[in-house]
């Protein structure tokens, strides 16, 4: 199988799962955001490759026939989606086309790793899939998502012309090891911050509120959906439905680094969505999935890996 975009933080979850249940995995990546730090454990691997490219052009001729291909090549932050906007449009854009040809040629199902802000600043709470959204076109999100809308469109078009077996998920905010530390997410922030000493910066008044699941979590529910029946080919949501405002993911990292850094007020973004939630219902009779991390367990593990990873770039590998 191939993951694009396995380098990064859920590629590389992804992958490693993927391995461990005996599959081959080609990880497809150009190292925009990902790094080969993430895969280096998997490489050791004689069922696991790399291959740098970059998803804009369509697939080298020389890879192996893939059964299944996860597209999740993609800046997921807004500090890099919004680096070069018109890039990631493309990317969204030509890279779906890119994979769904591959897809075809190969006779593999194929699984668009899409995400809850084609919901943008959500009128209705919590989000079924069948909710529309509210997507500003011209913001500075827009790039990211009217570029995930439109990879939803075409693989569901494609899907249909094509007989390709395709697979969408609406992935809500995930965070576990591995997340770039410097990716300006907000659990990556406060993690990196509370570590460091340094003031938490929660953006408005902190009242605005995400659901966190864990990677663990989000990896189990994107292979139970590859798995599934080839007529789920509608979006699915996963994510965890407990709903945290900002302010409280302060305070529980805080408390869990045993940090006495400040919190303090910062504007908040342009388009920053106030509330979301998804409704996982789908997800839970067509899949049988339901989240199983809890927040405080999952950011235990996640600050565990960040105090690990700051060791090791102080005192090198032999120190861990
Ligand atoms: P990430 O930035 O850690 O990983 C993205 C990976 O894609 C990186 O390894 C990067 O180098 C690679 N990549 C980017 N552009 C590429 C290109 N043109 N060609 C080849 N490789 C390319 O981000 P992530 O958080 O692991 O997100 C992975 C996917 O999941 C993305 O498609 C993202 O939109 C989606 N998603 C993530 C979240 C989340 O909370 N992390 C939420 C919703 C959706
Ligand atoms: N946020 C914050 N402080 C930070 C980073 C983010 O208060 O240092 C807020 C941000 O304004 C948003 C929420 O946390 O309301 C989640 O932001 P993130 O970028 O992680 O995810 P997204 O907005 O894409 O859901």
Not at 31 to 58: A, C, K, M
Not at 295 to 309: D, K, P
Request: net charge negative; glycine share 8%; with cysteine.
């Amino acid at each position: 199988m191939a993951v694009t975009g396995g380098a990064g933080f859920i590629g590389s979850h992804l992958c490693e799962t993927l391995l461990a249940s005996g599959a081959r995995v080609v990880c497809i990546d150009n190292f925009q955001t990902g790094s080969r730090d993430n895969v280096d454990r998997l490489i050791e691997s004689p069922n696991f490759s790399v291959v740098y490219h970059d998803i804009l052009e369509p697939f080298p001729n020389d890879l192996p026939k893939f059964d299944e291909i996860f597209n999740f090549a993609c800046p997921a932050s807004p500090v890099h989606y919004q680096a070069d906007r018109v890039r990631t449009a493309l990317v969204c854009a030509v890279g779906a086309r890119n994979v769904l040809e591959r897809a075809a040629r190969d006779g593999a199902r194929a699984l668009q790793a899409s995400t809850s802000e084609v919901y943008g600043d959500p009128d209705i709470h919590p989000q079924p899939e069948s909710y529309r959204g509210h997507v500003n076109p011209i913001g500075p999100r827009a790039c990211y998502d009217e570029g995930k809308r439109f990879a939803e469109s075409l693989f569901t078009d494609f899907g249909a012309q094509s007989g390709v077996t395709v697979k969408i998920v609406r992935i809500f905010n995930t965070y576990g090891p591995r997340m770039q530390p410097h990716d300006g997410r907000v659990i990556s922030n406060f993690v990196v911050q509370a570590l460091a000493g340094e003031d938490l910066t929660l953006y408005g008044d902190g009242s605005q509120t995400r659901s966190f699941c864990y990677v663990d979590d989000l990896v189990d529910g994107c292979l139970r959906l590859m798995a599934s029946p080839s007529d789920l080919s509608q979006p699915v949501n996963l994510g965890n439905p407990v709903e945290t405002t900002v302010a409280e993911v302060a305070e529980l990292i805080l408390e869990l680094t045993g940090s006495r850094s400040r919190i303090v007020r910062r504007p908040l973004p342009v388009d920053d969505p106030r509330r979301r939630k998804p409704d996982i219902t789908l997800a839970e009779t067509r899949l049988g999935w339901r989240p199983q991390v809890p927040l405080r367990e999952g950011l235990e593990r996640t600050i565990a890996h960040a105090v690990r990873r700051e060791h090791r770039a102080s005192f090198g590998d032999a120190a861990v």
